[in-house]
């Protein structure tokens, strides 16, 4: 039990497992924020055009207040391509950002070469061997 608890104690504390735990906190604020976007201005406009209550109900027999929400149901919807439209977005710029930094980390010109005789590592720009004497013909 001890050695579990050890190995659960280690992957909780990765900085994976912390980055992902502050992503889906971001994450919740942020659906917060695309409801909010989504029910105080996207609704009331949706309305105005469609002419009828965005936040509708069609009643079903049986016990009061059963019904289905179909507004609400048309809200989550545009909630969710909201949200995944941006997060494409957003996963679209980091892509080109490490695809930039890729570049860059290009590997740079070698600044050695092999000795043909001797198999030594010398400089570049050398023509003579250090190791062997022998003249470097390049």
Not at 18 to 23: S, T, V
Not at 70 to 91: K, Y
Request: glycine letters at 8%; a negative charge; one cysteine or more.
């Amino acid at each position: 039990m001890k050695k579990f608890l050890e190995e659960f104690k280690e992957f909780a504390l990765k900085g994976n497992v912390m980055d992902m735990a502050i992503g889906v906190i971001i994450g919740g604020a942020f659906t917060a924020i695309v409801t909010a976007f989504t029910d105080d201005f996207i609704t009331p406009i949706i309305s105005i055009f469609g002419g009828t209550e965005f936040g509708g109900k069609i009643p079903l027999p049986g016990p009061e207040g059963n019904a289905i929400l179909w507004g609400d149901f048309i809200s989550a919807i545009i909630n969710f391509v909201i949200v995944a439209l941006i997060l494409f977005s957003m996963l679209k710029a980091m892509n080109k950002l490490m695809n930039l930094r890729k570049k860059e980390e290009a590997e740079a010109e070698p600044t050695t070469k092999k000795c043909p005789y001797c198999c030594s590592e010398i400089d570049i720009h050398a023509t003579k061997c250090p190791h062997c004497t022998s003249d470097i013909k390049e």
